[in-house]
Nanobody, 127 residues
């Protein structure tokens, strides 16, 4: 069974950067699409970015396009989210998610499409 653990969150000043990591264990990510979501207090979970099962296709929400970059290291079974130019509105709990996919172009940003979730890591952007 796939187990996901996020890390890398913390407090950062506006304009700063963070790199989130998602460590997968239990199974290889070779046949999984993976994604990053976030949820701020009182708001719905928001899909930010996803990457297809072979790593060749990515998808980004408009809110993060040009600032965030998703990547993965299959050898390490890791998924990353590089976040640049962070703003206070980016403050939220960030989650890694994954779901089996035989279609390498499948990169949804809808929470219901993903079966496996990490516990989340807090990101706070404040001066």
């Amino acid at each position: 069974q796939l187990h996901l653990v996020e890390s890398g969150g913390g407090l950062v000043q506006p304009g700063g950067s963070l790199r989130l990591s998602c460590a997968a264990s239990g199974v290889t990510l070779d046949y999984y699409a993976t994604a990053w979501f976030r949820q701020a207090p009182g708001k719905e979970r928001e899909g930010l970015s996803s990457i297809g099962s072979d790593g060749g296709f990515t998808n980004y929400a408009d809110s993060v396009k040009g600032r965030f970059t998703i990547s993965r290291d299959v050898a390490k079974n890791m998924v990353y989210l590089q976040m640049n130019n962070l703003q206070p509105e980016d403050s939220a709990v960030y989650y890694c998610a994954a779901s089996i996919s035989l279609n390498d172009r499948w990169t949804p940003l809808v929470a219901d499409e993903y079966e496996d979730w990490g516990q989340g890591t807090q990101v706070t952007v404040a001066s």
